[in-house]
């Protein structure tokens, strides 16, 4: 009969290392269990496919880049009332994402935008898609910089890798017609093949205001809101609330 040792090694041969590094448990729990072959069978493909989809999982999470992590559950609705609860919890079955819609976050700071788009992205990992967080200026930067480096096509296919882009906070700064011609480039080309979720402090008719020229500020705008969920968000600051608080 073939020892433990030589058969956890054709395991491992064919790539399969979590049965391989499981095996001696795997097969005393078989045998102990008086299971049908079928089941073991079953068993050992179900150990090493879990295994790699929490890896997958953990792998994901590093690249979507999170700044922090935000759970759904620690969001208080009945603080943000102009949103529900079951408006965000409705875009959790993530057709919006299969449907390569976006999500847009509209409100002053303060009102929850971020926590809603990191715990949306997070979970959406959760499930196996992959997300990536940036801010507005980051992203513009990098784009930028890939521009001079004559890299924005492959800057741009890269990103396109994700199936969820969230940016945020656009229109926290002006951009320069340079800049908002490369954000255009990258919205153009994640435009019904990719979701967005965005955050913004500006309502859509001054988003003329942060493109410098209006003539990209449409095109962008019109990507965006189109095939959307728009979520207008008003309320206090939770950031200011806690602030009173705390004294
Ligand atoms: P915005 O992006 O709209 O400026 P954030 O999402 O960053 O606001 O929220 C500011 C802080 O307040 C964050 O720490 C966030 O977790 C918290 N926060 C905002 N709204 C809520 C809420 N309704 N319930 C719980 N925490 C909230
Ligand atoms: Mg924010």
Redesign the pocket.
């Known amino acids: 009969m073939a020892s433990f040792e030589a058969v956890k090694n054709k395991y491992k041969s064919l790539r399969f290392n979590s049965i391989a590094s499981s095996l001696d448990t795997l097969v005393k729990q078989a045998e102990g269990n008086e299971i049908s072959y079928l089941q073991f069978a079953e068993i050992l493909a179900d150990h090493e496919l879990g295994i790699r989809d929490e890896n997958r999982i953990t792998l994901n999470m590093k690249r979507a880049a999170f700044p922090m992590i ?1 759970q759904l559950q ?4 009945s ?2 009332t102009t949103i529900t609860k079951r408006q965000i919890t409705s875009l959790l079955d993530f057709t919006f994402i299969d449907n390569r819609q976006n999500i847009v976050f509209i ?1 002053s ?7 809603l788009a990191l715990s949306i992205g997070h979970q959406a990992i959760e499930a196996g898609y992959k997300v990536f967080f940036s801010t507005a200026l980051a992203l513009v930067e990098s784009l930028d910089l890939a521009e001079l480096r004559g890299e924005l096509k492959k800057k741009i296919n890269s990103i396109q890798k994700f199936d969820v882009i969230i940016i945020d906070e656009l229109g926290y700064l002006p951009l320069s017609k340079k800049s908002a011609f490369n954000f255009f480039q990258l919205i153009n080309s994640l435009y019904e093949l990719r979701s967005i979720i965005l ?1 913004t402090n500006k309502d859509f008719t001054n988003w003329g205001d942060f493109f410098i020229n209006e003539n990209v500020a449409v095109p962008i705008v019109d990507r965006i809101i189109h095939r959307s969920h728009i979520f207008m968000m008003g309320g206090e600051s ?2 200011l609330k806690q602030k009173l608080h705390n004294g």
């Open positions: 935000k620690e969001f208080d609705f603080f943000q409100g700071p303060g009102v929850g935008k971020t926590h955050t939770y950031r």
